[in-house]
């Protein structure tokens, strides 16, 4: 379950943020600079704990070495400057806009379009200008040889909600919540 509260007048969320364990504990969270960071680079969070397990075991995790582990963090993340596009109707039509807007400036330009040069446009045009300082949106599971997220696909009830944070200063607290996990 998503896990808010209250603390000094703010709304926080706890995400879960997983990585490879290491020699040593990470002091922040480690930055996705991938070009096909699905919503662009920034500081990855699930708002569920069973999804970090997941990404944990499938992308953080070397079976092939009998030492590899994972480790989660969590993370009290400032909601105020959050776009959440995927419980708020105009979030998620703001979402939806700017990421047509994007799309269609490119294509009055006769540019090529990538995830990346998408994501570079909203971060450099669009989300600062609105004061958006990280996303929430969820994206669809599929069933697999290795994961099972529903009983009666195509039934995906459980929302696999991942956050965004463009800005480290949305984190007010990052510790370690579970390490060596397999």
């Keep these: 379950m998503i896990k808010k509260f209250n603390k000094n007048n703010k709304i926080y969320l706890l995400g879960f943020h997983a990585q490879k364990s290491g020699n040593a504990l990470l002091r922040h969270p480690k930055k996705c600079t991938y070009g096909d960071a699905w919503l662009g680079e920034g500081y990855y969070f699930w708002l569920e704990e069973e999804f970090a397990h ?107 909600l991942q956050l965004v944070v463009f800005d480290l200063s949305n984190i007010e607290k990052f510790d370690v919540y579970k390490d060596m996990q397999r």
Excluded at 54 to 72: A, E, L, M, P
Excluded at 120 to 126: F, H, P, R, V
């Design 54 to 160: 997941y990404w944990g075991q499938d992308f953080k995790v070397d079976y092939r070495n009998s030492h590899s582990y994972y480790c989660i963090y969590t993370a009290y993340i400032n909601k105020t400057s959050i776009l959440d596009a995927t419980f708020s109707e105009n979030g998620y039509n703001l979402f939806r806009t700017s990421v047509e807007e994007a799309i269609s400036d490119f294509k009055s330009q006769g540019l090529s379009l990538s995830l990346e040069k998408v994501h570079k446009y909203l971060a450099d045009k669009i989300w600062p200008k609105l004061g958006i300082t990280g996303i929430i949106y969820d994206d669809l599971p599929q069933n697999s040889q290795n994961r099972n997220y529903s009983e009666s696909p195509p039934l995906f009830y459980k929302k696999r």
